[in-house]
T-cell receptor
Framework: NAGVTQTPKFRILKIGQSMTLQCTQD?????MYWYRQDPGMGLKLIYY???????DKGEVPNGYNVSRSTTEDFPLRLELAAPSQTSVYFC?????????????FGPGTRLTVL | GENVEQHPSTLSVQEGDSAVIKCTYS??????FPWYKQELGKRPQLIID?????GEKKDQRIAVTLNKTAKHFSLHITETQPEDSAVYFC??????????FGGGTRLMVKP
């Protein structure tokens, strides 16, 4: 299994540009998540999904959108990029548990907005 | 919502010494507490976790303790080695599988 994969690894955007960060998992996990990690900081939840067709906002959703058309894919869309969105973005997935389960992380996408 | 605080933010120990990292959480309904290790430029990876029906869990040199009454949990690393140097994150999860992460602890193990 490849686990959780993300593309691209690195990207530089100009202010106002848009892009989509791709995330795919092959573990048949119901739950998927997008986090951002600013330098020297912890992980902040942007959006999450509990299954295909269902998404919900996390702690810091402004400036982002997501979709979940399949179990495997959970792309994150940035519209009108701003310098404040410079960060490392991690996608993660987990199987369902009433009490919480290990989240498996992708390798991350390092985004710089200039 | 849940709030997780983690201390210290940096920790420096000599190789072979023990390291302890502490976290507190605010939501008494939280019942799953994982610890992640993140090496420089890498993804976070789970090293140990504990659920609310257990007070302590060990895995070789790593142990986690949980005090639900006081709403705090701790990571203990014994006989530290240079390869233990990394950033460690605690997290807490309530209903819905959502994790709230602490701010991280940068552990440096000096040879």
């Amino acid at each position: 299994n490849a686990g959780v994969t993300q593309t691209p690894k690195f990207r530089i955007l100009k202010i106002g540009q848009s892009m989509t960060l791709q995330c795919t998992q092959d573990m048949n996990h119901n739950y998927m998540y997008w986090y951002r990690q600013d330098p020297g900081m912890g992980l902040k939840l942007i959006y999450y999904s509990v299954g295909a067709g269902i998404t919900d906002k996390g702690e810091v959703p402004n400036g982002y959108n997501v979709s979940r058309s399949t179990t495997e894919d959970f792309p994150l869309r940035l519209e009108l990029a701003a310098p404040s969105q410079t960060s490392v973005y991690f996608c993660a997935s987990s199987s369902f548990s009433m009490t919480g389960n290990e989240q498996f992380f992708g390798p991350g996408t390092r985004l710089t907005v200039l | 919502g849940e709030n997780v605080e983690q201390h210290p933010s940096t920790l420096s120990v000599q190789e072979g010494d023990s390291a302890v990292i502490k976290c507190t959480y605010s939501d008494s309904a939280s019942n799953y507490f994982p610890w992640y290790k993140q090496e420089l430029g890498k993804r976070p990876q789970l090293i140990i976790d504990i659920r609310s029906n257990v007070g302590e869990k060990k895995d070789q040199r790593i142990a986690v303790t949980l005090n639900k009454t006081a709403k705090h949990f701790s990571l203990h690393i014994t006989e530290t080695q240079p390869e233990d140097s990394a950033v460690y994150f605690c997290a807490a999860s309530g209903a819905g599988n959502m994790l709230t992460f602490g701010g991280g602890t940068r552990l440096m193990v000096k040879p």
